[in-house]
């Protein structure tokens, strides 16, 4: 079956350290993007991807990270410079740059 | 700027109709998404518009109006598993998803 595989979904680290969250997708997709989701709030885009080898800052993205090596994968790093990492992240994919956008499962992130 | 407005939660009745809107200002438009969102789960497609318009869907149908840069999402014959979030996003002339922060949706029976 075809999808974005998200892990793990909940994870809890310690003030001060970095995180990686991984996202895979087997649809065959060009453009990957990453979402912070905070409480009450809609979807705020902190990197995407058109292709292997380029991404793009998008409107939140101090204090993270990406790397886009593979199609398939498109791996965040939660740096320790992001003030506020606690919140609920979101990874997707689309055919084209923009197009209809299917989304991973998501993780949660607790930084205590 | 750009933005997107809803309205923040709705309430309606189990086996109701219920009309969730949208308006937008955005530097272009290449197009308009309905995502529904359930708590702590991952956004689901539900529409997309271009054209003016309603596109029907089964109990779900979304109309646009460029002009007016509005749009709304119908639900009928509501049911519980309804309750969720519901999300509109422009595709602006850069070709990126602008989002609006979603209309919670609460069934009552």
């Known amino acids: 079956d075809g999808g974005i595989t998200q892990s793990p979904k909940y994870l809890f680290r310690k003030e001060g350290q970095n995180v990686t969250l991984s996202c895979e997708q087997n649809?065959?997709?060009?453009?990957m993007y990453w979402y912070r989701q905070d409480p009450g709030q809609g979807l705020r885009l902190i990197y995407y991807s058109q292709i292997v080898n380029d991404f793009q800052k998008g409107d939140i993205a101090e204090g993270y990270s990406v790397s886009r090596e593979k199609k398939e994968s498109f791996p965040l790093t939660v740096t320790s410079a992001q003030k506020n990492p606690t919140a609920f992240y979101l990874c997707a994919s689309s055919g084209e740059a923009h197009n209809e956008q299917f989304f991973g499962p998501g993780t949660r992130l607790t930084v205590l | 700027g750009q933005n997107i407005d809803q309205p923040t939660e709705m309430t309606a009745t189990e086996g109701a109709i219920v009309q969730i809107n949208c308006t937008y200002q955005t530097s272009g438009f290449n197009g308009l998404f309905w995502y529904q969102q359930h708590a702590g789960e991952a956004p689901t497609f539900l529409s997309y518009n271009v054209l003016d318009g309603l596109e029907e869907k089964g109990r779900f149908s979304s109309f646009l109006s460029r002009s007016k840069g509005y749009s709304y999402l119908l639900l009928k014959e509501l049911q519980m598993k309804d309750s969720a979030s519901y999300l509109c996003?422009?595709?602006?002339?850069?070709?990126?998803?602008?989002w609006g922060a979603g209309t919670k949706l609460i069934i009552k029976p």
């Open positions: 996003a422009v595709v602006d002339s850069n070709y990126q998803l602008i």
């Open positions: 649809l065959n997709h060009d453009a």
